[in-house]
């Protein structure tokens, strides 16, 4: 499974985002996905994931009400609709995928993207 993760930037705080993950490969719908992120300094850490149907998704308590995990099952892609963006939300972003119906620990990824960068100014 190849995974291209897209649609960083700059914005300023109170912003939106949209990032994309298109995979490529083994069919898509048979994978959990999810989004990690790494800010400076930090370690990565979970952002959302999103069953393989689609039908349960979690998120990080930091993300909770102003990030959205989608996933387009015809077009291979993965979303994250990020609103309200503050500082704290720099990072690089990446997507991930699991053999998992639906994973939130780092350990249960199996591939991962290149990684895409926000950066939020205040």
């Known amino acids: 499974v190849q995974l291209q993760a897209s649609g960083g930037g700059l914005v300023q705080a109170g912003g939106s985002l949209r990032l994309s993950c298109a995979t490529s490969g083994r069919p898509f719908r048979s994978y959990g996905m999810g989004w990690f992120r790494q800010g400076p300094g930090k370690d990565r850490e979970f952002v959302a994931s999103i069953s393989s149907t689609g039908g349960t998704a979690y998120y990080a308590e930091s993300v909770k009400g102003r990030f959205t995990i989608s996933r387009g099952n015809v077009k291979n892609t993965v979303y994250l609709q990020m609103n309200s963006l503050n500082p704290e939300d720099t990072a690089v972003y990446y997507c991930?995928?699991?053999?998992?119906?639906?994973?939130?620990?780092?350990?249960?990824?199996?591939?991962w993207g290149q990684g895409t960068q926000v950066n939020v100014s205040s």
């Open positions: 991930a995928a699991s053999r998992e119906i639906v994973a939130a620990a780092e350990g249960e990824y199996d591939y």
